[in-house]
């Protein structure tokens, strides 16, 4: 096994995993019972739920996903992190009350109150799949970075870290998740800045140098500006990245479950802003290593790696310059952050999954009186079939052209009729049979724009394949939802009115 990384690199890498490891499993001394297990007592203050929505939004798909995008491309994808304050202020304002207010665990138990057990049962199908392609990216992306580094191949290093995460999860709960959130946050961005500082400072002609080339390739462009709905412009990735941060604040069960942790309403209201105003800057400074590496490497293209096409692999170029570039010790620092960023969204997907099948399928469906030891039982049961299935899915997506696109195109696919659902639910007078008619066009038009650029799409229907970009399905199938469902509950309401009633 041939490696990159030197003896003091794997010391600092194995203490690092080691220390993560243990802090979770310390917390198994505290999740004996339910209310541990998914939802820390509610006792959590508001900065370390913060940091932990910080640690879930830079996962590794961020940490590797959006250098590898500006370096190969540009800073368009950065507009999505734009639409963050706007979504932390809707959050704050109505959302966070409103699942404090209600005290339930699960996001989607008020679904079923308001239209019934199928709303519940959709939601929650939709998110269990959407958060195995989540744990999926994460979990390749931090093989694809390791690989070249450690001498380990592809599956081995997925296959060790997912069951890492899988074993800590399953021991300490939710509090392990976001205690070990806030550590791996600190090392994510003490190692971004690192990687900013050492980047600059051997830039071979300095920051002059990279401003020509950054700018002689339009590297800082955050895409156009024009009305057109096909390429990814700046309001299309600004729309995707508005309608996105509304589902995760709104109804993602990974924020919702964290909100119920917080000791009160205002730590709560501050987790949000704290996660998402620090998100903004580090996504900025993520996106400079990409453009700083594209101006550092534009001498030696030769040195680059290159995908199975022959073309450079945009993913790897950030993990190949802290292997070859940074002194020993700090580029175990920078592999450890790429763990950390693995490790800080996957232990979430997998407690916050765990949650749902007990809440919102077992106990609603199988046993609705399941005492403490079952209910344990099935969350740790289902705790370690995630971690098997996201590890699965990671497997599966070995040799995909883009990590991010794919990740994008899968949240968009299975999430896409979620927040129209919820938003019908809160802001309309919409009963069960609007509702369903709403879910299901909306799940046709996320169908239309999501199949039709792709080989399961029948040739001899290639006239009415949709023309958009194949980030807006979240956005159009959310307006389907809410549209339609409006539009049969006023019909409704009409044609239920007496005929000399009407005008």
Request: glycine share 10%.
């Amino acid at each position: 096994m041939t490696t990159a990384l030197s003896p003091i690199d794997f010391i600092v890498l194995f203490a690092y995993v080691a220390g993560v490891f243990g802090l979770g499993c310390w917390f198994v001394r505290k999740s004996g019972n339910t209310e541990e297990f998914m939802a820390a007592g509610r006792s959590l203050p508001g900065w370390v739920v913060g940091l932990s929505i910080f640690g879930t939004y830079v996962s590794s798909i961020s940490f590797l996903a959006n250098p590898g995008k500006s370096y190969a491309g540009n800073w368009n994808p950065f507009v999505f992190s734009l639409s963050l304050p706007i979504a932390a202020v809707i959050a704050v304002t109505f959302f966070v009350p409103f699942y404090r207010r209600g005290g339930e665990i699960s996001a989607y138990t008020h679904l079923e109150r308001r239209f019934g057990p199928w709303a519940r049962t959709y939601a929650v199908v939709c998110y269990l799949l959407t958060q195995l392609g989540r744990m999926g990216t994460i979990l390749y992306l931090v093989a694809l970075a390791l690989a070249p580094l450690t001498g380990w191949d592809v599956v081995t290093i997925i296959l060790v870290v997912g069951a890492l995460v899988t074993v800590y999860t399953l021991l300490g709960g939710i509090e392990a998740v976001i205690w070990t959130d806030v550590v791996q946050s600190i090392v994510l961005t003490v190692g971004i800045l690192v990687s900013v500082v050492v980047l600059l400072v051997q830039m071979p002609g300095g920051t002059r140098e990279f401003n020509e080339i950054a700018l002689e390739h339009g590297k800082f462009s955050l895409g156009s500006f024009g009305p057109s709905l096909v390429e990814p412009t700046f309001w299309v990735v600004l729309l995707y990245g508005l309608f996105v941060n509304l589902q995760n604040f709104g109804i993602d069960q990974s924020y919702v479950q964290r909100y119920i942790t917080a000791k009160t309403d205002a730590d709560a209201r501050r987790s949000v802003w704290l996660g998402a105003l620090l998100y903004i800057p580090i996504s900025a400074v993520l996106f400079f290593i990409g453009t700083a590496l594209f101006a550092y490497y534009a001498g030696t293209p030769e040195v680059l790696p290159l995908d199975e096409t022959g073309k450079v692999a945009a993913d790897r170029v950030f993990p190949l310059f802290i292997v070859k570039e940074l002194p020993a010790g700090l580029t175990g620092l920078l592999i450890a952050a790429i763990v950390a960023a693995a490790m800080s969204s996957v232990d979430s997907s997998l407690n916050c999954s765990a949650t749902l099948v007990l809440q919102d399928l077992y106990k609603r469906y199988v046993r609705p009186d399941a005492d403490e030891p079952q209910s344990m039982r099935v969350l740790y049961a289902m705790t370690i079939l995630f971690g098997v299935l996201g590890t699965g899915t990671a497997l599966a997506m070995i040799g995909v052209k883009s990590a991010l696109d794919t990740w994008w195109k899968i949240a968009g696919l299975f999430s896409g009729g979620m927040l129209g659902l919820f938003l019908l639910g809160v802001m309309s007078r919409a009963k069960n049979a609007a509702a369903a008619a709403g879910v299901t066009c909306g799940v046709l038009v996320i169908g239309w724009m999501a199949l039709s650029p792709s080989m399961l799409w029948p040739a001899a229907w290639q006239e009415i394949a949709s023309p958009f970009s194949d980030l807006l399905p979240i956005v159009f199938g959310t307006l389907a939802v809410f549209g339609v469902g409006v539009a049969v509950a006023a019909l409704g309401r009409f044609i239920s009115q007496p005929t000399e009633t009407r005008p």
